[in-house]
């Protein structure tokens, strides 16, 4: 089955950037989106189809995926995105999830 | 705006059936797929598997024995039955839109079940 890797934690100084990464193999044929998710509520889509981003979402945020790497880049990070951050894609009509990212914010 | 609410218990005794029904307002369910998931404490995210509005469904493989997604188009509502449950079926559960390729463009604010005697 398709698995997607991501770093436990990456941590960033407030005002800088961000990047999460998500690992899989040949990723970059696949459509990937990415979700936020803040303690206590529900995940909220930030980037579909690799560099879209939902109406909202500021353009801090941008997305990209090449070869075995999907990125999700947080430009001058704020205290407000520290969150938990999952990368998805569809694998044979299923949905696999990353493991998630932690973010914190300095 | 689209909405989706789940509803349905929130303590379900092991062995037993966990019933969800996801609501959805300001679109209709027709025309698009409709997906459940679920996050254990502490834990990430595990997707349960997805219905067309015209019925069809595909279900994660290890939950696919104990999974049934249902669909009534009238009430605007798809439901989650999940059988025989243990502890491990503690989680929040979230329903969503989104089918193959697509996003989870909208969801829930999900609902917390516990299995437990």
């Known amino acids: 089955s398709y698995e997607l890797t991501q770093p436990l934690s990456v941590s960033v100084a407030l005002g800088q950037t961000a990047k999460i990464t998500c690992g899989g193999n040949?990723?970059?044929?696949?459509?990937v989106h990415w979700y936020q998710q803040k303690p206590g509520q529900a995940p909220v889509l930030v980037m579909y189809r690799d560099s879209h981003r939902p109406s909202g979402i500021p353009e801090r945020f941008s997305g990209s995926n090449s070869g075995n790497t999907a990125t999700l880049t947080i430009s001058r990070a704020q205290a407000g995105d520290e969150a938990d951050y999952y990368c998805?894609?569809?694998?044979?009509?299923?949905?696999?999830f990353g493991g998630g990212t932690r973010l914190t914010v300095l | 705006q689209v909405q989706l609410q789940e509803s349905g218990p929130g303590l379900v005794k092991p062995s037993e059936t966990l019933s969800l029904t996801c609501t959805v307002s300001?679109?209709?369910?027709?025309?698009?797929?409709w997906s459940w998931f679920r996050q254990p404490p502490g834990k990430g995210l595990e997707w349960i598997g997805y219905?067309?509005?015209?019925?069809?469904?595909n279900y994660n493989p290890s939950l696919k024995s104990r999974v049934t997604i249902s669909v009534d188009t009238p009430k605007n509502q798809f439901s989650l039955s999940l059988t025989s449950v243990t502890a491990a079926d503690t989680a929040v559960y979230y329903c969503a839109r989104g089918g193959p390729g697509d996003p989870l463009d909208y969801g829930g604010q999900g609902t917390l079940v516990t299995v437990s005697s």
């Open positions: 219905i067309y509005y015209s019925g069809s469904t």
């Open positions: 300001g679109a209709s369910i027709s025309g698009y797929y």
């Open positions: 998805q894609v569809w694998d044979s009509r299923t949905v696999v």
């Open positions: 040949n990723i970059g044929s696949k459509n």
